[in-house]
């Protein structure tokens, strides 16, 4: 049966580059929806937001004190003070009524508007009021014109743009489309990833392990990384190694909605592992066995136009086809990078790394006193080794590996 390798093995091995270029070639970001702008935090913005409006709309006071005409105080000083009459008093969102003529002046505080004759605000700190009748300010230092003054479009000018197109908006991101009167905010829709775990052997996540059967660790592993990169992951039942089953379950995910389908396990060439063979005949199986260590067998297809990813059911080697395939379409689709998230630094080896060439070997690491040493356990199924590694280290396909002192690239897995 065409795609069926079953029991037959791979005949040749698809580069990571290319897997990579596929999915760029053929996953783009969602269309955009809008968002109230309390729910926007974290979002990816769809559009240039260009602001209509000047930030602050008026000549406002940076300090309290007393707004007064810079000139007037030309000259001033501890031994000459100049004194002004003080004929108000003006507020945030209430300003003065009427217009501040020579010799006078009027109290202001931070952020109200500033008075018509005025153009400059003398600090509270820095002045001396005198009781009245009439009350008058003492001046002992000059204040130029603009001092303390926060002028018209200081902050954001009428028709720029404020943010572009592509932001993960952060929480200052909201405060300044806030300021400039945005309620409603196009962000790229958020990708809906359905998650199928497959096994006959496994047992539900918070189970306990009893028998030969293992509980599933992967669902909730995958749920997160989808959360990371910004989708919404649907979990589905755990699905048996049975062809009608799977095929049943793919097509219920896509039904409901899902962009992108992550199926773990039978991904590989056994006897039930079926779920190339369903991918084939449900769309298209664009790749199936890989040039990786781990996740040689993963796999990725279309249907309808949506990904769908193949990942083995070992748990590291499912954590690093996602974060080298998976998570690259999952971040697209919402409007992010689809460059690896994590952190990286280049640090010094300690100890070799060997490899093969021909494959991309994602390598678990340590760093101990500023320098990476790979980890000694490197099974795809033991799990706990990425929750002792630090980070991994990709090894280049055309490399043997890494002798003692070269240089490398870490992936840290804390973000």
Sequence with gaps: MRHDIRMRGFRERTEVDDV?????????????????????????????????????????????????????????????????????????????????????????MTGAPLPEGTDAVLQAEAAEEVPGPPPLVRVTDAVPPGRHVGRIGEDVRAGTIVLRAGRRLRPQDLGVLSSVGVASVPVVRQPCVGILITGNELLPAGSRPEGYRIVDSNSVMLAALVRRDGGNPCLSALVPDVYEDIRSALRGALENGANA???????????????????????????????????????VGFVEGRPVFLMPGNPVSCLCAYDLFAGRAVRRLGGRSSDLPYRSAVLPLGRKITSAVGRVDYVRVVVQDGKVEPLATSGASVLTSTTRADGFVLVPRDSEGHPPGDSVRVYFYDL
């Design 261 to 299: 389908v992550l199926i773990s396990g039978g991904s590989s060439v056994g006897q039930e592992d079926h779920a190339p063979r369903v991918l084939a005949e449900l769309g298209e199986l664009s790749v199936h066995g890989i040039a990786l260590r781990p996740a040689s067998p993963a796999g």
């Design 20 to 108: 990579v270029r596929l999915l760029e070639e053929r996953v783009r970001p969602l269309a955009e929806e809008a968002v109230a702008l309390v729910e926007a935090a974290a979002r990816v913005l769809a559009r240039d937001i260009v602001s209509d409006v000047d930030v602050p709309g008026f000549d406002r006071a940076a300090m309290d004190g007393y707004a007064l005409r810079g000139s007037e105080t030309f000259g001033a000083g501890p031994y000459n003070p100049l004194e002004l009459v003080v004929v108000g008093e003006v507020f945030p969102g209430r300003p003065f009524a009427g217009i501040v003529r020579p010799g006078q002046a009027v109290r202001i």
